[in-house]
Structure formats: C-alpha cells, structure tokens
C-alpha cells in the first residue's frame, strides 16, 4: 500500500512538473521531428517514400527521443538535490524507481502519440493498428525501464549525456529488433503470426525479467 | 609456466600438427584460437556477473576485483574473438563484417562490457564505482541471452549467407577435434593466469591506497 | 556498541569509517548525542562533517562502523530510523517548479504524515512564508528557499533534526528565527545536530560540541549554561575552517 502511494506521489510529482514547465516534451517532440528530416537526407536518395525504412526509422527516433526524456527526468531530481530528499524518506528504493519509471513512461507515450500521426504522414505509412499501439506500449515500457535504471547512474556523473546512450542502446537491442519487425510487418499487413508468436511474447519477457531486476538492484545505484 | 607451456605447445598443434583443412586453406586454423576465446569470454562475463552478485551481498572488495577483473579479461578476449572473426570471414565469406548473429551478438556483448569498464571512472566515489560495475555487470549478463535469440530470429526473417564454423563441426576431424581440446585447455589455462594476475594487481593497488591513506595522517 | 547504550542517545555511532580512494575522510568515528539537546559540530573544509551527517540521515553507507537513531540501526531498520529523521543538506532539496505547498504536500505523502493539509501551514508558519506559499520555489529568494527546506525537514516532526550549515544565505533575522525553532524544538525533548563555521551560533545554540578534525572526533564539551565558557577549548579547530 505504501509502496502504492509513494509510486504514485513520485510519478505524479514528476508529471506535474512536466506540465509546468514542457521544456521536455515540446525539445522531445522538435527533436524527433529532426530526427525524421536528417535520417531522410542520409536515406531517402531518390525522391519517393521513405515507407520501406519506415519502421527502422521511427523506432531510432522513438529511442533517441526516449533517450532525451529520460535524461531530463533525472537531471530534475539533481538541480536542487531533491534526490537526497527522496532516499531519505520512509520509501522503499523499489517505490523511486517505480515512481520514476512511470513518470518516464508516461511522458515517453505522449511524445510518441504526437510524433506518431506527423510520421504517419512524412514517412508515408500505409496503415494504423491498435497492435502498433500494443507494439509501442509494450517497446516503450522496456525503454523506459532499463532508461530509468541506467538515466540514475548517469545523472550521477558529469557526463550523462554521452553515459546514458553508450549504457542505454546496447542493452535494448532487444526491444529495439522486436519492435522494429513487429512494426515492419504490421505496416505491411502481412502474416501476423510472427508478431504474436515471436516479437510481443519477447517484449514481454524482456519487459517482465527487467521489471523484476532493476528495482531489485536499484538501491545500489545510490551508494555514496 | 604451465600457461607458457601449454600455450606453446598449443601453437606447435595449430601450426605444424593441425591438417590444412581442404577447403578453406590455412586460413582454417584461426577456428583452434577464436573457438576457445569466444567460449571464455562469455565464462568471463559468467565470473563477473557471478562476483558482482557477490559483491552486493557480502561487500568484500575480493568480489569486485574478481569481476573488474574478468570483465578487462573478457573484453579481451571478445575483441581478439571479434578480430579473428574478422579475419576468417575476409576469405571465407568474401566480407570482412556480416550481420552474423553470432558476429552481431558478440558486437553487443562487446559494446555492454565496454560500457561496464567505462562506468567505474565517471563514477563520483570508488565505492559507487563498484556498487555500479556490479548492477551493470548483472544487467548485461541477463541481457545477453535475450540478444542473441533477438538476433537470430532477426537473422532468421532476413536470410544471409551464413557459413559459421559450426557448417564446420560435422566434417571435423578427429585430430582436429583433439586440437581444439587441447587449445580449449590451453586458453583456459590462459584465461585463469590473466584473471588471477589481474585481482592479484588490483589487490596490490588497493594495499597502496591504504597506505597512502595512513600517510595522510602521519 | 551495545543495544542498551545505542537506546538511550538520539544518534548514537560507533567506529564509522569513509574512505574515497586514496583519502580517509572519516577514521573511526563515534558519536552520541543526547536527547533534547542541540549539538553543534565544528570542522574545517573537508574534515569529513557533511559525509558524517549524511551517513546518520542514511544517505551514505559508511565503510565500517554503525549509526543508530533513536537505538534504531540505520542500515537494518531502514523506514522506520527514517521516519524519525529530518534532514536539511546544501542544497534545499526542493523542486523549483512546484509551489512551496506542492512541495510540503509531496514530501507529507512520502513521510506519510497524518493531517497533511494541517501540519503544512503550521511549518509554513513556523517559517514565515504563509504569503508565499503558492508561489513556485524557483520565483523566492535564496533565504526564503532556505526556510522552506528547514520546514521540510520539520514536516514529518522527526525526533532527530540534522541541518549542514544551515546558517548560509540566511540573514540575521532568519538565523535568529532559526535558533527560537531549534529551541522549541529540542525543549520537547526532541534533538537537533548541525554543522556551522560560525563560532557565535556554537556558543548562542550549542548544549554540546563535537569538533571533527582529520576524520576523527577531537574535542567535546558540553558548553553548559555559560556561553563564554567553552569556546577556548574548542577554538584551535574552528577557526582554520
């Protein structure tokens, strides 16, 4: 129950800030955008849709972007030293790090909705499904949780920014390759069978093995 | 010594004794040392997740060495695995990289201990140092087998020419069995001298601190 | 290092010990602080006084060595030495995009305060700052955020209040307001340990003094009822801080 509460305190705490102040949302979405257009001159050499790459693209742009969110999450308990306020208190590691993860999550799945109809429409996909939407939820929970884990550590040092993606990318690669030919084959409306015999149960089992590993070891992630 | 001996003898085999094989040429007997080297780095990352869970639980700073130690022993070994990986695939695949999946998970593995090596030095105090070479150590070791399978599914929807050395492992030899044996043993025997070596340096740097710390005082 | 002799001090540490690298910044350390008194805790820069208070409010692991609050041993009891902790650091530990209220409110869910919207304005009271309660904490000054984080501290009415120089960028006034809490504070029986480098707060505020040099606990004397009493002992270190 406790452990409830103090989740929920810390994850509304965070989305409350976020609405104040937007600075991650509105720099996540523009930076998102940005990530379409570059990819677009580095991939798309002859004029015509970028749809064959499509899902490759917006799942780098989806963890670039995630990547940025997650920094900021973190660097917001370090400004004025609210961090020690939170390992303090009564709450058990388990509720910060749950409470931190929501928060991230539930920005990451804003940013993602709005960037997901823009791309719809630059990168010309064919169709949207609520499996896509499954596909995201479930991709973004793995990103947001070993993000969290790892945004901790770094916040930590002088370096997050460079920290954060060397530590981040290659331990989704997991995430990443399922929700990428998940996606893939979803935007083809080809044979279904693979994404829900082989890329959702792996999203899932990843989600699941690192939603019981990361709070369990987060506490020592604050050994001063 | 033993180490010396065996890693000598082990050479002579691969070199003099080894068949060529008829197919692929000398290039072939880079299969004694990158089979035996991949296979011990992964017992590598084995030891370091091992000693990392070790470390959280008991504190002591034997732990952590053994599993900074296997780690620099593991990437080691990783990148000469990745090297002579390289090497085999220029004449026999015609490609110095492909996308392999064991190439590719070799790759993340070796890009995860990196990253586990780097940790340590942004780390603002030695203890969180260790403290976070631990959580990544696990984190990585749990991560692997989820790659490798991520990969070789990936692999499996978008196939490559994959001629592996296990294409090989049927048409083995028996003498070229017993070499790989052997030059597993040897390597083996390698691996357990740079370990030790490693902790028993690092045990050694530690004992300096300590007295510096003294000296401070004094 | 008996459970009898922890029970009965508010903080009471035995044989706390930090090293980083090749640095000891505490070598062995025991500390006991009675009930209702305010102990003052002198030391130059880098003897190890934030790295002592932030191994007694449980946010650093000592080396080696125990800390007890309330006889409670910080690192097995966890929540509950918590709970009876207050902590007031460098910095405020305050969101500066929330109010001052949302801020009290957030840190009254985690410490599970009863009757939050209540115990918020009396802090809020107890530091001056009913009138700006709802602005955001970015828009106050540097001495008001100072307030607003001893009231944080205060919100959960811990029995042990420990504040790092909490004395900085407040004014005169402020300190003075200060010094009447702390003193209402601990004349109910509660505890309160805090670093300073000024000498005039030890002597205004301090029932005891504990001087860390090098690491290790030099000097304690109780001050007793005499301000000017004591100083002269505990001069030599305070004043190359």
Redesign the interface.
């Given at each position: 129950m406790r452990l409830l509460s103090a989740t929920l305190a810390i994850a509304w705490k965070d989305v409350r800030l976020e609405v104040r102040s937007r600075d991650t949302v509105v720099s996540a979405l523009i930076f998102g955008l940005i990530v379409v257009v570059v990819f677009n001159f580095g991939l798309n050499r002859s004029p015509g849709s970028l749809a064959p790459v499509a899902p490759g693209l917006l799942w780098v742009a989806y963890g670039f972007v995630g990547v940025l969110a997650m920094n900021r999450a973190f660097a917001r308990e370090l400004e004025q030293g609210a961090l020690d306020g939170l390992l303090a208190a009564p709450v058990s590691r388990d509720a910060v790090f749950l409470g931190k993860m929501f928060g991230t999550l539930s920005f990451m799945l804003v940013i993602e909705a709005v960037l997901l109809p823009v791309f719809a429409v630059m990168l010309d996909l064919p169709t949207l499904s609520p499996v896509l939407g499954l596909i995201i939820l479930l991709a973004t929970i793995g990103f947001a949780t070993v993000g969290t884990f790892f945004a901790a550590i770094a916040a930590q040092t002088r370096s997050r920014e460079i920290l954060l993606p060397v530590l981040f990318f290659p331990v989704i690669v997991p995430v990443i390759i399922a929700a990428v030919e998940a996606t893939d084959l979803v935007l083809q409306g080809g044979p279904m069978l693979a994404v829900w015999t082989r890329w959702l149960p792996l999203l899932v089992v990843f989600d699941a093995l690192f939603l019981v590993i990361c709070p369990w070891i987060f506490g020592y992630v604050f050994e001063g | 010594m033993l180490t010396a001996a065996l890693t000598i003898v082990d050479g002579y085999l691969i070199f003099v004794v080894a068949p060529t094989d008829q197919v692929l040429g000398h290039i072939q007997r880079i299969f004694y040392i990158h089979v035996p080297i991949s296979i011990l780095s992964f017992l590598g990352f084995l030891v370091c997740a091992v000693a990392g869970i070790g470390y959280l639980i008991r504190r002591g700073e034997m732990w952590d060495r053994v599993a900074h130690a296997s780690a620099e022993v593991g990437v080691v070994f990783v990148t000469l695995a990745l090297i002579t990986g390289v090497i085999w695939a220029r004449p026999v695949w015609g490609v110095w990289w492909t996308w392999e999946p064991r190439l590719t998970t070799t790759l993340i593995l070796w890009l995860i201990y990196v990253a586990y090596l780097m940790i340590r030095h942004y780390a603002p105090t030695p203890q969180q140092g260790r403290a976070w070479s631990a959580v990544v150590g696990i984190i990585g070791f749990v991560d692997v087998p989820i790659v490798y399978y991520s990969v070789q599914w990936w692999r499996s929807i978008h196939p490559v020419q994959v001629i592996g050395p296990e294409a090989a492992d049927d048409a083995l030899e028996p003498i070229m069995a017993r070499i790989l044996v052997f030059s597993l043993i040897a390597v083996l025997a390698l691996f357990t001298y740079l370990l030790l070596e490693r902790v028993a340096l690092r045990g050694a740097e530690d004992a300096v601190s300590a007295i510096r710390r003294q000296g401070n005082y004094e | 290092m008996s459970h009898a002799s922890a029970g009965s001090s508010a903080i009471s540490a035995v044989g706390l010990r930090k090293?980083?690298?090749?640095?000891?910044v505490l070598?062995g350390v025991d500390v006991a602080v009675a009930w209702g008194q305010i102990a003052v805790l002198f030391g130059a820069n880098g003897a190890g006084k934030t790295t002592l208070l932030?191994i007694l409010?449980?946010?650093?692991?000592p080396?080696a060595g125990e800390s007890h609050i309330a006889g409670l041993r910080m690192r097995r009891s966890?929540?509950?030495a918590?709970?009876l902790?207050g902590?007031v650091?460098?910095?405020?530990?305050?969101?500066?995009?929330?109010t001052c209220r949302?801020n009290l409110a957030?840190?009254a869910?985690?410490?599970?305060v009863d009757h939050p919207q209540a115990r918020i304005e009396s802090v809020l009271e107890q530091v001056a700052l009913v009138d700006r309660a709802d602005r955001?904490?970015r828009t106050l000054s540097h001495g008001m955020q100072k307030r607003l984080s001893v009231a944080?501290a205060i919100l959960h009415e811990p029995a042990v209040l420990l504040l790092d120089e909490p004395e900085s960028g407040l004014d005169t006034d402020s300190v003075a307001s200060l010094g009447d809490l702390l003193r209402d504070w601990t004349s109910s029986g509660k505890t309160a340990l805090l670093t300073t480098h000024s000498l005039e707060i030890g002597q205004a505020w301090a029932d005891s003094v504990l001087t860390l040099d090098?690491?290790r606990l030099a000097v304690e004397t109780p001050f007793g009822c005499s301000a000017d009493a004591a100083p002269a002992k505990s001069n030599p270190s305070p004043v190359h801080g």
């Open positions: - | - | 090293d980083y690298g090749d640095r000891s070598r932030r409010a449980g946010l650093s692991r080396d966890g929540g509950r918590r709970t902790v902590f650091g460098h910095q405020t530990l305050l969101y500066s995009d929330l949302e957030f840190y869910k985690l410490y599970g955001r904490v944080r090098r690491g």
